[in-house]
C-alpha cells in the first residue's frame, strides 16, 4: 500500500514556476514507478511525466518537454515536478500516481493540488 500527498500547487503569473511535490508513505517507495498527471476544468485526465524507480529513466508529454522536470528522492519518499514558464493552459488539478512496475497501471493516486495560472 502507497499513501500518497501532494502538494506545492497554487496561484502564479504567466511565466512563472511552481515545484509540486508528493510524499509517499510506505518502506518500498523506491520500488515503484512515479507519475504525474493533470486534469483541467472540463477535460480528460492527461500524462504530464512519470520516473522509474532508481530515477534512472524519465518521459514527458511531448508538449511539456523543455518546461517541465520529474524527479524523486527515495531516501524522503518524495517525487517532484518542477514546472516553468507556466502558461494559462497548464491551469489543472495535479495529481501524482504510483504504479508497481513498467507494464503495471498506475494503482494508487494523491488526491491532487491545485494550479492556476493566471494571465
Known amino acids: 500500500q502507497v499513501q500518497l500527498v501532494e502538494s506545492g500547487g497554487g496561484l502564479v503569473q504567466e511565466g512563472g514556476s511552481l515545484r509540486l511535490s508528493c510524499a509517499a508513505s510506505g518502506r518500498t517507495f523506491n520500488m515503484y514507478d512515479m507519475g504525474w498527471f493533470r486534469q483541467a476544468l472540463g477535460k480528460e485526465r492527461e500524462f504530464v511525466a512519470a520516473i522509474r524507480w532508481s530515477g534512472g529513466s524519465t518521459s514527458y508529454a511531448d508538449s511539456l518537454k523543455g518546461r517541465f522536470t520529474i524527479s524523486r528522492d527515495n531516501a524522503k519518499n518524495t517525487v517532484y515536478l518542477q514546472m516553468n514558464r507556466l502558461k494559462p493552459e497548464d491551469t489543472a488539478v495535479y495529481h501524482c500516481?504510483?504504479?508497481?512496475?513498467?507494464?503495471?497501471?498506475?494503482?494508487?493516486w494523491g488526491q491532487g493540488t491545485q494550479v492556476t495560472v493566471s494571465s
Open positions: 500516481a504510483a504504479r508497481s512496475n513498467y507494464f503495471a497501471t498506475y494503482g494508487y
